[in-house]
């Protein structure tokens, strides 16, 4: 248990289908954060929202919509995906998303998308 | 340009031994560095950071970070098969922030009994 549960686990949906993943925080933390990690690849930095506001967003194509409604809840909107899309995505969160020592980003656990 | 340079492995060690994982940066202006581990089908999970030259021990953990050669590496003595896993290098570059963390792709440690 991380403190950072994702849903669904798994996923696997059709390019011309509307999902969503879900992420949410139990840790009091007022920064989240979306990453994508593909085989092969470096992790990648998607969306970070601070206080509910979306502070930074990584040239991500717009089939891929966040959500944050309150500092413990972050949603990823999928529609219109390609089959390279297929990844893990990680949701994270930290205290802020300020450098200090001893802060530090959280991951969930992931939710593993297929895209056919 | 922002690049972490990982030996993607697989690196095998005998239980008992020393791993090193070395990874080099292209930054200057990287100031905080981190090391992740990631057990298979799993999240990563921070084990340590480190932020100024030298060494920095944490039980069976060491991080030695060297700026003039853009060089960190983590070393893990007596090492466990538990210790299994692919270990991820990431930095952040001076004056920003947790948004702007690079990630190398990783080197797979496999220690074998």
């Known amino acids: 248990e991380t403190g950072v549960t994702q849903t669904p686990r798994h996923l696997v949906m059709g390019m011309t289908n509307k999902k969503s993943l879900k992420c949410e925080q139990h840790l009091g933390h007022n920064a989240m954060y979306w990453y994508k990690q593909s085989a092969k690849k470096p992790l990648e930095l998607m969306f970070v929202y601070s206080l509910e506001e979306r502070v930074e967003n990584n040239s991500v194509p717009s089939r891929f919509s966040p959500e944050c409604p309150n500092s413990s809840h972050l949603f990823l909107h999928l529609h219109t995906l390609q089959p390279e899309d297929s990844a893990l995505y990680l949701c994270a969160s930290s205290q802020d998303y300020s450098v200090q020592s001893g802060n530090t980003i959280y991951f969930g656990e992931g939710s593993w998308l297929t895209v056919v | 340009q922002k690049e972490v340079e990982q030996n993607s492995g697989p690196l095998s060690v005998p239980e008992g031994a020393i791993a090193s994982l070395n990874c080099t940066y292209s930054d200057r202006g990287s100031q905080s560095f ?32 060297n700026k003039a050669s853009q060089y960190v590496s983590l070393l893990i003595r007596d090492s466990q098969p538990s210790d299994s896993a692919t270990y991820l290098c990431a930095y952040i570059t001076r004056g920003s922030t947790l948004g702007r963390l690079y990630f190398g792709r990783g080197t797979q440690l496999t220690v074998w009994p």
């Open chain 2, 34 to 65: 981190f090391w992740y581990r990631q057990y298979s089908g799993k999240s990563p999970e921070l084990i340590m950071s480190i932020y100024s030259n030298g060494d920095k021990e944490d039980g069976r953990f060491t991080a030695q970070l």
